[in-house]
């Protein structure tokens, strides 16, 4: 059973950070180590985007626009992904949600509420 639980979201102020985990409780550790795992967000009135992935190495791509403002890493052991975010902006406001990459498991997360005040 899919079981996707992002918490660590909250309201900051731009320039600030935050620290995003994701625990999958549905998957064996063998399967989650095998999964590349995308952080993702959706804003108000747009669609949910891809913000950065990382494979069950380690190895990390990021969106863009991100500039190097991110950091995706993982704990295998702990079926966990991360997401630091630093320099935040207002227009990062978003829930952020993770899932797999490419092929996201049909059920999402609530999601975690980041919203960075100006």
């Known amino acids: 059973q899919v079981q996707l639980v992002e918490s660590g979201g909250g309201l900051v102020q731009a320039g600030g950070s935050l620290r995003l985990s994701c625990v999958d409780s549905?998957?064996?550790?063998?399967?989650?180590?095998?999964?590349?795992m995308g952080w993702y967000r959706q804003a108000p009135g747009k669609q949910r985007e891809l913000v950065a992935r990382i494979n069950g190495g380690g190895d990390t791509i990021y969106e863009d626009f991100l500039k190097g403002r991110f950091t995706a890493s993982r704990v295998n052991a702990e079926n966990t992904v991360y997401l630091q975010m630093n320099s935040l902006k207002p227009e990062d406001t978003a829930v952020y949600y993770c899932n797999k990459w490419p092929a996201p498991y049909p059920y999402w997360g609530q999601g975690t509420q980041v919203t960075v005040s100006s």
């Open positions: 549905g998957a064996s550790g063998e399967i989650f180590r095998l999964n590349t």
